[in-house]
């Protein structure tokens, strides 16, 4: 019912900036939480930030200060401004749309790479 098409992704080097950009179609309730979620090797998956439809946001220490999230809502775009990247940050990235009220149903992107490296 719901697609996520996520964008942005690529190689940068320490201290660059990346936005990410996930779009989604299909049957969209009319109000739901958009987020972002990375998994690195080796490493569960971890959210890094989350936005509700009515601006509330959220995110993970580790990003707080470099990481922006924001999204058109008429759209059904949600972004993800990252700045100072660090290796650290070398992670694919995932959309994510759910219901602001419910915990399910849950949809995800396909997942965008990101690496940072000299």
């Known amino acids: 019912q719901v697609q996520l098409v996520e964008s942005g992704g690529g190689l940068v080097q320490p201290g660059g900036s990346l936005r990410l950009s996930c779009a989604a179609s299909?049957?969209?309730?009319?109000?739901?939480?958009m987020g972002w979620y990375r998994q690195a090797p080796g490493k569960e998956r971890e959210l890094v930030a989350a936005?509700?439809?009515?601006?509330?946001?959220r995110s993970a220490d580790s990003v707080k200060g470099r990481f922006t999230i924001s999204r058109v809502y008429a759209k059904n775009t949600v972004y993800l401004q990252m700045n100072s990247l660090k290796p650290g940050d070398t992670a694919v990235y995932y959309c994510?749309?759910?219901?602001?009220?419910?915990?399910?149903?849950?949809?995800w992107g396909q997942g965008t790479q990101v690496t940072v490296t000299s």
């Open positions: 936005i509700t439809s009515g601006g509330s946001t």
């Open positions: 299909g049957s969209i309730f009319s109000t739901y939480t």
């Open positions: 994510n749309l759910r219901p602001d009220w419910q915990a399910r149903p849950v949809y």
